[in-house]
């Protein structure tokens, strides 16, 4: 049986923020502190090379299963898992496999970075001298031999500080969504920017800059290798299968809450950093923007606005305006007429043009890495339809930042099928035990007499 507590507090924003000064370590490990004496040991051998891995997750099911089962197959550990208040048997079920287990307090916000941090401090807190950390979503599966090869990517390159590799969708035939989110994982190789959810992180330079910004409600990854780079390492993505991922994304409504969410991160990633030098998500951010609110803006005011200039034309190309001497000479006439006409091409043509050149852009660049023309066609036009959401995202986080309110976590994936029905049938029968139980009681009361008030 593993260990379960409840972790009472989280890294404040500042503490985990960009300012990297390690008060987040601190913060979360007296969070994690207090814990039974008599809690179980990890039952593999545990030393200062070993890899510590934290997986978090929600409702994930058999996709958790999946992930813990891949991660003992190759040695991985010691494990800790942390939940974010799932109502199927994933704390049940890494329990079982000796997993730790960290339950995060549910009157604080769940974020995914949140409950990377509280797992980190935790493995801190029981293995302090453990030099690696690999982080693992709970929707993912690790490939075999991933945690050997990102270790031996670090060999020699002591200033790099994170690797990644390659992620891909389990089921990419399942819908265009899935396919969309499998080409999005494949990312050129090399020295990069940035990282995804699932990352192997050497423990000293995640202390170093605070760790994850507990407060994002995504696009924590890309801002914590911003603080990452900024104090001179670097972030590393090999050539390795790494993770088999589960998006789960089958209908257009999660596409959009996911792009919507994907907005509010370049938001707010600007919003940090982008008055530095990386100038984090600024392009992003202003791409979204033109494509998804200035470029539909401008065509919708031309075309509205068109008509009342070849109005005019119409009115003075009449033989009552055209006998009169103001049409002698007079370049009214024509006026009137270039006017509309350059805004009628600006709308018709001008606007559409520059979303045509970019979905080239996109495609041309898909090709690239080598997707067939249909994959690439298709990433194409849903990056520039993407670019709505993204916007609504950006004025999301805008609009509550200026008012003060928190945006709250964006959920795009369903609870994992059966143990979703399970849940369903649990509290249903849960229920219907409460509701007997009332009746039970409300029997027994009017039998002696003196009713009662729930």
């Given at each position: 049986m593993a260990s379960k507590r409840r972790m009472s507090s989280v890294p404040s924003p500042k503490a985990a923020g960009s300012s990297g000064n390690g008060s987040a370590g601190r913060a979360a490990g007296s969070a994690a502190a207090g814990a039974a004496a008599g809690e179980p040991r990890w039952s593999g051998a545990v030393h200062d090379d070993s890899v510590g891995v934290v997986v978090i997750g929600r409702n994930e099911g058999e996709r958790l299963r999946r992930c813990l089962r891949s991660l003992l197959a190759q040695g991985a550990g010691p494990i800790v898992y942390v939940d974010s208040g799932s109502s199927d048997d994933s704390v049940a079920f890494a329990q079982s496999l000796g997993v730790f287990?960290?339950?995060l307090d549910t009157s604080v916000p769940f974020t995914m970075a949140r409950g990377r941090n509280a797992g980190f401090f935790e493995l801190q807190r029981l293995f302090p001298t453990l030099r690696w950390v690999q982080f693992v979503d709970g929707d993912c599966e690790v490939r075999a031999d991933w945690i050997a090869r990102a270790r031996a990517a670090f060999e020699q390159r002591p200033e790099v500080a994170a690797v990644c590799g390659r992620r891909r969708e389990r089921h990419p035939e399942a819908s265009i969504y899935n396919r969309l989110a499998d080409m999005?994982?494949?990312?050129?190789?090399?020295?990069?920017?940035?990282?995804?959810?699932?990352?192997?992180?050497?423990?000293?330079?995640?202390?170093?800059?605070?760790?994850?910004?507990?407060?994002?409600?995504?696009?924590?990854?890309?801002?914590?290798?911003?603080?990452?780079?900024?104090?001179?390492?670097?972030?590393?993505?090999?050539?390795?299968?790494?993770?088999?991922?589960?998006?789960?994304?089958?209908?257009?409504?999660?596409?959009?809450t996911r792009a919507v969410r994907g907005g509010h991160s370049y938001a707010e990633g600007m919003a940090l950093h982008g008055a530095g030098p990386t100038r984090h998500n600024v392009r992003r951010t202003l791409s979204s923007l033109a494509y998804g609110l200035v470029l539909p803006a401008l065509w919708g005011g031309a075309l509205a606005a068109a008509p009342l200039f070849l109005g005019g034309p119409l009115l003075l190309g009449s033989p009552l305006f055209l006998g009169s001497p103001l049409f002698l000479g007079s370049p009214l006439f024509f006026a009137p007429l270039g006017i509309g006409a350059g805004l009628l091409v600006l709308a018709l043509a001008g606007v559409p043009a520059a979303y045509l050149r970019a979905a080239c852009g996109a495609y041309l660049d898909r090709r690239r890495r080598g997707d067939p023309p249909r994959h690439a066609a298709l990433y194409a036009g849903f990056c520039m339809l993407g670019k709505l959401p993204e916007t609504l995202g950006i004025l999301t986080y805008w609009s509550n930042r200026l008012r003060g309110r928190y945006s709250g976590l964006m959920e795009y994936k369903a609870p994992a099928q059966g143990h979703a029905a399970a849940a369903v049938v649990a509290a249903a029968a849960a229920a219907a035990a409460g509701a007997a139980a009332t009746s039970t009681a409300a029997s027994a009361s009017h039998t002696n007499g003196s009713p009662r008030t729930a």
């Open positions: 287990i960290v339950n999005e994982w494949n990312a050129p190789l090399g020295e990069v920017e940035e990282c995804g959810g699932d990352v192997l992180f050497r423990t000293p330079v995640f202390l170093e800059v605070g760790g994850f910004n507990p407060r994002m409600i995504a696009g924590e990854e890309p801002e914590l290798c911003v603080r990452v780079r900024e104090r001179g390492y670097k972030v590393l993505r090999i050539d390795a299968e790494m993770t088999l991922h589960d998006a789960a994304i089958t209908r257009f409504r999660q596409w959009w």
